[in-house]
């Protein structure tokens, strides 16, 4: 288990959730954010087999780690999780095993080294906080919760979600909204001295 703490462990555990929404045009900025979080595999190929939507390595993670936000059982899934954490290796061979390079599942297991998305997802694995992995109820992106009533990403999606609220309640209900005062003509006359 991690030596680090609950609070060190959710920055962790938000970086996880970041790498989960991450686009391809999005991945300098991610790695200046969190330049040790994951192996330097961002140009690595997928292993044969993976599709075109997933042409490198970390795509390939990603998408195995974004089903498992979707369906949470598969954090518990012993085999899932060994496919999430193995997928995410360096690559760089190990030359006496590996002269022509690394092979991913190989390398997996012998020289295996750990990252921060490794305990992210071991955290986020574990039954008790398995709950913080949820889906923004106003953008849909990925998020780690921080209270088990949490239904947005941030700030800005709930005031987002608030303000449609409100209008929402405005236009079904006209009788709470506050009477408009009628102008009455002003008389125009002669001044009294």
Same mark, same amino acid.
């Given at each position: 288990? =991690? ?22 045009? /999005?991945?300098? /900025? @991610? ?47 012993? @085999? ?20 022509? /390079?690394?092979?991913?599942? @190989? ?7 750990? @990252? ?29 919760? /921080? ?21 929402? =309640? ?24």
């Amino acid at each position: 288990m =991690s030596s680090l703490s609950e609070k060190e462990m959710l920055v962790l555990a938000d970086a996880l959730a970041e790498f989960s929404n991450l686009e391809p045009s /999005g991945v300098e /900025g @991610f790695r200046a954010r969190h330049p040790n979080f994951t192996p330097d595999w961002w140009n690595f190929p997928a292993p044969e087999g993976g599709k075109e939507e997933t042409p490198t390595q970390w795509q390939f993670s990603q998408k195995w780690l974004r089903e498992a936000w979707a369906e949470k059982e598969k954090f518990s899934d012993i @085999f899932n999780l060994i496919r999430i954490l193995t997928s995410a290796f360096d690559p760089t061979p190990i030359p006496f095993l590996e002269p022509e /390079g690394p092979s991913p599942g @190989f390398i997996s297991l012998i020289g295996f080294s750990e @990252f921060p998305y490794h305990q992210a997802v071991v955290y986020l694995a574990s039954p008790r906080e398995r709950w913080r992995a949820k889906f923004c109820s106003a953008c849909g992106k990925r998020f780690v919760a /921080g209270a088990s009533k949490q239904k947005y990403c941030g700030d800005i999606c709930a005031q987002e979600r608030h303000k449609q609220a409100k209008l929402r =309640s405005y236009h079904r209900h006209p009788e709470w909204r506050p009477k408009k005062k009628s102008k009455k003509p002003r008389k125009i006359g002669r001044k009294r001295k």
